[in-house]
């Protein structure tokens, strides 16, 4: 697994939290949601707007239900 902590994409978090909605990362590892990162793999970097609108559905639903919703 690579090194997927990204100093950057913390600071954007502390800088503009309220502006953030959801910060991406393109990395060899698997696609993934963690909280407001959503984690690309290379391989499918052609469907980040597709991925991004999910993404940004799931956290709307997770906050309406107030529990976790799975990704997929």
Request: charged fraction near 35%; charge should be positive.
């Amino acid at each position: 697994m690579a090194n997927a902590t990204s100093k950057s994409l913390k600071k954007i978090k502390e800088m503009f939290p309220d502006k953030v909605k959801l910060r991406i990362r393109f990395s060899l590892d698997n696609l993934k949601l963690d909280d407001d990162v959503l984690n690309i793999p290379l391989f499918l970097a052609d469907q980040t707007g597709r991925l991004i609108g999910l993404a940004l559905k799931q956290k709307r639903i997770k906050q309406e239900r107030g529990r976790k919703a799975p990704f997929f």
